[in-house]
């Protein structure tokens, strides 16, 4: 940020430069102050940006992702997006500049305990420019080009990730705005147990459904039967419920016995008499370690 007079750059953190991903955050009061967060945690001191006391205004240029010369942006690499902000609410607090540490997507709302400043800048994915959204718009010049080096573009949205092969894919608080579960094409299904309630089933899928016999069963009458499934690991959490084929409340289904490649379900009838029901069981693999 510059004033009218001169340009200037402002050091507001250092050690970024380690390979690894960073969430960095800067907050600019109407008194010029800048205060910096890298991954949550608070950069002293203050630095003072402006170059006119109680104001923001400037006649020189706001750059980012410069490289301080001619060919601003070119080479410069922006880990996941910039969201660029202006308001009235003041500087952001610890407890807001945390929000986005923990979920970068608040950025663009910053949800309680403030009201939303107006959105000015939103790259989210590579195929944005640097428009203004708000509702008093400035000009935007763009000079160079910003790299996108994360996931946040549209030629991977719909990708395999590993291109034919599917890649185990590691993150830290992974997590899901809308949906979080197995794709179209993962599952699988088995069909009726052979003679009784007893009989194993065997189905090597992460996730889907099975339906077991309709063998009659009494009240507190308890039957028990090994799922056999290769994708089952003895570290594994197996989830297991009825979906269809019965009336609520007439039954309890634990499991037990979780072993690389099988696992013990047991089907308990709480109902006051015996009944002859062939029910639908949804599953689905979480994997999972203990060490």
């Not at 490289?67 to 902000?85: M, R, S």
């Not at 000015?120 to 509702?135: C, I, N």
């Amino acid at each position: 940020m510059s004033d009218t007079s001169a340009s200037a750059d402002f050091e507001l953190a250092t050690g970024l430069n380690d390979n690894k991903w960073h969430v960095y955050v800067v907050s600019i009061d109407r008194s010029g102050n800048a205060t910096t967060y890298v991954d949550n945690v608070a950069q002293t001191p203050l630095r003072d940006v402006s170059g006119t006391a109680l104001s923001l205004d400037n006649g020189g240029e706001f750059r980012i992702g410069s490289d301080g010369g001619t060919n601003a942006g070119d080479g410069i690499a922006l880990g996941n997006y910039v969201a660029l902000h202006k308001g009235s609410s003041g500087a952001l607090t610890a407890a807001q500049a945390s929000q986005i540490f923990f979920s970068a997507d608040s950025a663009l709302k910053l949800l309680n305990p403030v009201v939303a400043p107006s959105l000015m800048v939103d790259l989210r994915k590579a195929d944005k420019t640097f428009t203004d959204l708000s509702a008093n718009g400035l000009t935007v010049t763009t000079n160079g080009t910003i790299i996108f080096n994360e996931g946040r573009i549209t030629s991977l949205d719909g990708a395999t990730i590993g291109a034919t092969t599917p890649a185990a894919v590691t993150g830290t608080n992974v997590l899901a705005s809308s949906t979080l579960g197995y794709k179209a094409g993962s599952g699988g299904s088995a069909t009726a147990q052979g003679t009784n309630k007893s009989t194993e089933i065997t189905l090597n899928k992460i996730n889907g459904k099975m339906t077991m016999h309709n063998e009659s069963m009494s009240a507190n009458d308890i039957k028990t039967f090994q799922f056999t499934n290769n994708t089952i690991a003895a570290t594994d959490v197996v989830i297991v419920n009825i979906a269809d084929g019965g009336t609520a409340g007439n039954y309890l289904i634990s499991v037990s016995d979780v072993s690389t490649g099988h696992c013990k379900i047991t089907l308990k009838c709480i109902a006051g008499s015996g009944l002859t029901d062939a029910l639908v069981l949804n599953f689905a693999v979480i994997k999972a370690v203990q060490s």
